[in-house]
């Protein structure tokens, strides 16, 4: 018997999450629920078009101690990179 030495190496779970239209401070609350149900390392990605979650996400994510990777704007559309650590 041989062991299976080349198995690839699967990338860490991303999640992308759409919370177009929910108002604050939704947006916040189920990103901290999703957070917590993560493991070390996987991604979640936010969609949101709250322009509150610009100031709500990075405090979050301070007192959570997660990494926010990349934001971005387009158009209205606010996205978030968020990787748990």
Not at 70 to 79: A, E, F, I, N
């Amino acid at each position: 018997m041989s062991a299976d030495h080349g198995k690839a190496i699967v990338p860490m779970a991303e999640s992308k999450i759409n919370m177009r239209g929910l108002k604050c401070p939704l947006p916040v609350l189920k990103t901290r629920k999703l957070l917590s149900t993560m493991a070390t390392g996987e991604v979640l990605v936010i969609e949101c078009t709250d322009p509150l979650v610009t100031i709500d996400i990075p405090n979050l994510i301070r007192q959570t101690g997660d990494t926010i990777e990349q934001h971005s704007k387009k158009g209205r559309v606010l996205t978030f990179r968020i990787r748990k650590s």
